[in-house]
């Protein structure tokens, strides 16, 4: 996947792991990213190592903040043409652990967030009058319930069936939906005592997985991937 001339993409999430690899592969290709975090240290970072980026701090679980960002946006020349949704967030252990700010805060940062951006940027491709792709990074915890995830798994199941009511909802326009579903990658997500050495030496390096998932974005006259499972090797 190459980007056209003048193409613009948005990456959220893009500070760390998946999302600053996504940034820098598309960087490379020639697209312009609009990187959105959390930590302006990271995303300046990202501005100094790669050509083409234009970073944003955000809250993803504000909707004022979200709008403003794609209002802004919307005023660009050049078209959006994929919007990756990589932001979430992760606490994990028994059931028991948990209390109701905890929760709230998982739903803030998975659930929420994705539904205001994609409707942002349902909103952008629109006011472009152009098509557009909304790609959607959960985790193989949609697809399958943990032990010691349960909170994690829940969200993510919600956000697999948020991305797959909107892809039914958008069926017959030019907008795609992409639900991409990875295993544990080697990021920083995985917290020191959260899983062992040896189990997070045998997760996926982000820069393959990003790599998969934009040669599973190449664009065909007549059919698209709609879903990317990207597992780990078993050794």
């Known amino acids: 996947m190459s980007a056209e001339l003048n193409q613009n993409v948005v990456v959220t999430g893009a500070g760390s792991g998946l999302g600053a690899a996504l940034t820098a592969q598309l960087s490379s290709q020639g697209y312009h990213v609009v990187a959105l975090g959390r930590s302006l240290d990271k995303l300046e970072q990202l501005v100094t190592q790669y050509k083409q980026v234009t970073p944003f701090v955000v809250d993803l679980s504000c909707e004022e903040e979200v709008s403003q960002i794609f209002s802004e946006l919307a005023v660009w020349q050049a078209p959006f043409t994929k919007v990756f949704c990589c932001a979430g967030s992760g606490k994990f252990g028994p059931l028991a652990n948990y209390n109701q700010v905890t929760i709230q805060h998982m739903v803030n940062d998975n659930l929420i967030s994705m539904m205001l951006v994609a409707q942002a940027a349902l909103g952008l491709f629109r ?6 792709t909304l790609i959607n990074v959960m985790s193989s915890a949609a697809q399958v319930g943990k032990a010691n995830e349960t909170v994690y798994c829940a969200m993510k199941w919600g956000c697999r069936g948020f991305t797959e009511a909107l892809r039914a909802e958008l069926a017959g326009t030019n907008i795609q939906v992409v639900g991409v579903y990875p295993s544990g ?12 050495h040896d189990q997070y030496s045998q997760y996926m390096d982000p820069d393959e997985v990003a790599r ?11 059919c698209y991937t709609s879903d990317i499972v990207i597992n780990k090797l078993k050794r």
Do not use: C, P, Y
């Open 185 to 196: 990658m080697r990021t920083a997500f995985w917290q020191k005592g959260t899983v062992t």
């Open 127 to 132: 006011h472009q009058d152009s098509a557009g």
């Open 212 to 222: 998969i998932i934009l040669l599973n974005l190449q664009e065909m006259s007549s």
